[in-house]
């Protein structure tokens, strides 16, 4: 949606129409400029159109405003909801926010009545329950994607559940997983990053409005029936608290922040993976972009930027937790500050959530080079270990010794482990037998991981099954 927003030339000469009683002439520009909160704010006008319906029927129905009244306002409310989402609203930044664009707008419509709107509230409640709103229905659509993310990840782990690669620990080989196995530890992660936003929109549910300016109000406003109307779970207790309050702000972005940092790890994996140096997955043309100096080039451009957006999230929680550092007790207008940040960060989320589960359906393991890989490095000595405990009934300590005595010998003829000769064997430890073959391949190491959460083919697959299921039941 585009928006239109008029800015005053000179600094207003007129005083402001919301409080000009007491103004004898309007704000220096540069006033006006840093005041201004519109050209961010205006991503809550419908939060505040329907707050303030709620709001003015609930007036009506407590016999505060004159039904007629509240009836005029709904309607002028309801139009300028569609002015606003047609774009043919005009934003004027001399009316600093989003409330008082709307109210003024409401006054041009339905002239006195709309003045009525504003008994028994302030902006600071007014604000404090759009924000929620907001912020409640972002993490909702957030919450969607991170589903669509998981279950990308997890139809991918099923098609890959045997597909073997090398697993790292320190970035050097260090035993055998397989793919899948890799895939659904981001479904784990992610499920966390959803149990973290539904806590955090659990805690933001519980309503401002009507706490007026700080202390509460004289008139007999009912905030059950305002918060029944705006599916929140209560009104808050104190009024205070309601409107000096950002924690909701703050966990939502602590929750954003380390579901970023998350998708970041991934990204680098990507990064790496499909380096030429590396090159155990390709993406697409769909997915890379090429150099306009070097032709070879296939640069992992969306991984590099879902990495870098990290920084934005993080830097946006870092900056909340600055502003609110120190505040005193009640709404003070430093909190304006909490809009800018948290909606762009949540926009940088959203859109690297989905720009990750494009990667993930794009991305093709290059198996042959995976396996290959896999091998490499000696990453089977464990299962060597393994099986001299097994098979010779010896302490792990000693049979790590041992291990490790071969390896080295096999390092010395450049060979793999698997092609070793037993009689090379023999000469460290003579009760190897050719059995020992039998555990020293990737297929077989990976297969023989079947404790439970362990990398065995089988138990990805069931594992894979499981969250398809469980996601798939979440759409229906
Ligand atoms: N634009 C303001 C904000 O975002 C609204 C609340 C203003 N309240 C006030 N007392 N000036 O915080």
Do not use: C
Request: overall charge positive.
């Amino acid at each position: 949606m585009t928006k239109k927003t008029k800015t005053t030339k000179s600094g207003g000469k007129r005083s402001n129409t919301m409080w000009g009683g007491r103004f004898a002439s309007g704000p220096a520009a540069i006033m006006e400029k840093i005041n201004t909160s519109i050209d961010f704010d205006w991503h809550l006008y419908r939060q505040d159109i329907a707050a303030s319906k709620a709001h003015a029927e609930m007036l009506a129905k407590q016999g505060i405003i004159a039904a007629d009244d509240a009836r005029k306002i709904v309607r002028g409310l309801d139009t300028i909801l569609s002015e606003i989402g047609s774009g043919k609203f005009k934003f004027n930044r001399a009316l600093e926010d989003i409330h008082m664009n709307v109210e003024s707008r409401l006054a041009e419509m339905i002239g006195p009545a709309a003045g009525r709107l504003h008994t028994a509230r302030s902006r600071n409640d007014q604000v404090a329950t759009d924000f929620r709103l907001w912020i409640r229905s972002r993490i909702d659509d957030i919450n969607g994607l991170l589903g669509d993310y998981q279950l990308a990840l997890a139809e991918k782990a099923l098609k890959h559940a045997g597909t073997v690669m090398p697993g790292f620990t320190h970035l050097q080989s260090a035993q055998p997983v397989t793919f899948g196995h890799h895939l659904l530890a981001y479904v784990e992660m992610a499920a966390r990053d959803r149990g973290r936003f539904a806590d955090s929109q659990s805690r933001l549910n519980d309503m401002p409005l009507g706490a007026a300016a700080l202390a509460g109000t004289s008139f007999p406003i009912d905030r059950h029936m305002t918060a029944e109307a705006l599916e929140f779970d209560r009104p808050m207790a104190n009024s205070l608290d309601a409107v000096s309050d950002r924690d909701f702000v703050m966990e939502t972005l602590a929750a954003a922040s380390i579901a970023s940092v998350h998708l970041s790890r991934f990204a680098e994996e990507i990064v790496i993976w499909t380096s030429p140096l590396v090159g155990l997955v390709r993406l697409s043309d769909k997915f890379t972009t090429g150099s306009s100096i070097m032709p070879q080039k296939r640069n992992p451009d969306a991984a590099e930027l879902v990495r870098a957006k990290t920084g934005r999230v993080v830097g946006a929680l870092n900056a909340m937790l600055m502003v609110m550092k120190g505040l005193p007790l009640a709404y003070q207008k430093d909190m304006q500050e909490d809009k800018e940040g948290t909606i762009d960060a949540l926009d940088a989320l959203a859109l690297s959530i989905d720009a990750m589960t494009g990667m993930v359906r794009d991305m093709e393991p290059e198996t042959e080079r995976m396996k290959a890989a896999a091998g490499a490095g000696y990453a089977t000595a464990t299962d060597l270990a393994d099986w001299l405990v097994r098979t010779l009934k010896m302490p792990f300590r000693e049979a790590h010794h041992v291990t490790g005595r071969i390896v080295a010998k096999a390092a010395e003829a450049g060979l793999d482990l698997d092609r070793l000769p037993l009689a090379e064997m023999k000469k460290i430890e003579p009760r190897i037998t050719q059995a020992v073959f039998g555990v020293l391949s990737v297929e077989r190491s990976v297969s023989s991981r079947t404790s439970f959460g362990g990398t065995a083919p089988a138990n990805v697959r069931a594992q894979a099954k499981k969250w398809l299921k469980r996601l798939e039941q979440e759409r229906s």
